[in-house]
Nanobody
Framework: QVQLVESGGGLVQAGGSLRLSCAAS????????VAWYRQVPGKQRDMVVT???????SYADSVKGRFTFSRDSAKNTVYLQMNSLAPDDAAVYYC?????????????WGQGTQVTVSS
């Protein structure tokens, strides 16, 4: 059974930084496609960054240059470093993964971690 557990969310002032973590069990990130999404209540879940199993990385335009994806293979954990946070970045952030190549639907999701940005 796959479990993705996000952490690191919280309250930060505009211009500040946070680092989100997503720890996995039952799946190896090194051979999986992984993504971070975010969702504001009442709106659709939006892609923040996707990383394929071949390490192709794609960021949403709104976060390019501010957010950075990374991974620690030894800990089977991926991270999202978020800098220069703005109120528009406030959302619940979710980690998603699929074994191997992404086939159009993410197989597993975490429970999400709340990010709040004060202006």
């Amino acid at each position: 059974q796959v479990q993705l557990v996000e952490s690191g969310g919280g309250l930060v002032q505009a211009g500040g930084s946070l680092r989100l973590s997503c720890a996995a069990s039952g799946i190896m990130f090194t051979s999986s496609s992984v993504a971070w999404y975010r969702q504001v209540p009442g709106k659709q879940r939006d892609m923040v960054v996707t990383v394929t199993n071949t390490e192709l990385t794609s960021y949403a335009d709104s976060v390019k240059g501010r957010f950075t994806f990374s991974r620690d293979s030894a800990k089977n954990t991926v991270y999202l470093q978020m800098n220069s946070l703005a109120p528009d970045d406030a959302a619940v952030y979710y980690c998603a993964a699929s074994r191997g190549a992404f086939g159009g639907r993410w197989e597993d999701w975490g429970q999400g971690t709340q990010v709040t940005v004060s202006s």
